[in-house]
DNA sequence: CGACTGGTTGACGAGGGTCAAGGACCGTGG
DNA sequence: CCACGGTCCTTGACCCTCGTCAACCAGTCG
């Protein structure tokens, strides 16, 4: 059930995985504390789809990206988490998606008691099915984007997400490659690249490099959202 | 906990909406019971997005569908209930989604009391945390199928889908019309259409009428659903 | 019988995927 | 210092899947 590691490419993250924290990752039971720091580099899987879900994480810093996977390699990302989200919860013991660090990431890992396990504590398992309704209203609302909305709209959704949930107001600093926005957003990298095109020519945004984006116009924005 | 029930009434007769049960479904404070039993009309909405959410419901029969709008009309559709299912919970007194009968339906309408309310029981909340984790699970493999997979994988999944939740062995008989398919599918009715007679072509389903499906080759099926 | 809802099928075109080439920007090493 | 290799991104040409528009058919109800 647990996949060989593949730290493969730990070289191209900035901050290396120390043999502590690849040692927790795999084996976290080495901890008695009920929580437990971990740290991944850039690309690192923290879990995979079908693994065994022994604990629940809180980003502290960094990006991840949920995602599932077809037997042919096509993939949709459910959802990006920044600092201060949980995730990795599951009722069943078994992760049904896979979470990777998008860059280097800190996460605080709690030991995850089969959730129906009467000894947890009420208030966590209130706070647990708050934001799991949080989580399933947005999973609802991106249903509409990927079956409804053309490849602008979707763009001009995510861009609008992205501003609102870094809490900036009109510059934003994007974690992830066009590869992933493309497979949050159901399309390809080459529609996602000429989408952030047709944005830049409109004048509603500025592309001070690919990844570093200023949103000159709001409110033609939110109208191309839809 | 989970209260398996019969596979849906889908009688199309015109059941009209009592002016008694219309009564309840607007001003459902009249009864005083904790539980509350109403009936809907086909197509009758039950709660429609951005009302007040003061109840939870749960299906008795029939068939309901919860769908969001885009103000130019294009809908989504994020799930079909079945017979058992729970619906409306919200954790804001917000619903941010409409539900509509697909065929007449009852619902027994639980008094909704503010989610984070502590006087809540503790084996309520674990119940809902339950159910809203499978909604998410459920809602996250709805992405990968919207955003990834084509016409015809998509409708041999919802095929496959609707043989599993309804317990019938192979042969189906569907609640609903081609259009909420298409809209519950992210397609158009024509290629909805299109796909049926394609699954037709090779064999794979028959199709008494248009909404009596046989599976004739399961295998088939699930390799064309990816 | 006619009206209405729901479903099928065909012709056509557009939106976005595929394939390919090339540019920008690293960190590393000669 | 520049060359090199790798990753990421952009842009163009082409084409295919699915949406659009339209006609027609099947049941059902009044």
Redesign the interface.
């Known amino acids: 059930m647990l996949t060989p590691t593949p730290l493969a490419d730990i070289s191209h993250g900035p901050e290396k995985l120390t043999p502590q924290a690849f040692a927790d990752r795999r084996q976290p039971d080495a901890f008695q504390a009920p929580s437990v720091p971990m740290n991944f580099a850039r690309n690192a899987e923290i879990f995979a789809e079908g693994e065994s879900a022994g604990y629940v994480y809180k980003l502290v810093s960094g990006v991840v990206r949920s995602s599932?996977l077809?037997?042919?390699g096509?993939?949709?990302i459910?959802a990006f988490h920044l600092p201060g989200d949980m995730f990795g919860?599951?009722?069943d013991d078994i992760h049904?998606?896979s979470a990777e660090a998008v860059v280097p990431v800190k996460v605080v890992a709690y030991k995850w008691p089969s959730?129906?396990n009467a000894d947890v504590s009420?208030g966590f398992?209130?706070e647990?099915?708050?934001r799991?309704?949080?989580?399933?209203?947005q999973?609802?609302?991106?249903?509409?984007l990927?079956?409804?909305?053309n490849a602008l709209e979707r763009l001009a959704a995510f861009l609008l997400e992205m501003v609102r949930r870094s809490g900036s107001d009109h510059t934003l600093l994007l974690a992830m490659p066009r590869h992933d926005i493309a497979?949050y957003?159901?399309l390809t990298l080459e529609t996602v690249s000429r989408m952030f095109a047709e944005l830049k020519d409109a004048g509603i945004i500025e592309l001070e490099s690919a990844r570093r984006v200023s949103i000159r116009d709001v409110v033609k924005l939110k109208a191309m959202a839809?």
Chains 1, 2 share one sequence.
């Open positions: 599932k077809l037997s042919d096509r993939r949709q459910s919860f599951e009722i049904h998606a959730l129906m009420s398992v209130r647990l099915l708050g799991t309704m949080i989580g399933l209203r999973t609802q609302d991106h249903l509409l990927l079956g409804r909305k497979d957003l159901g839809a």
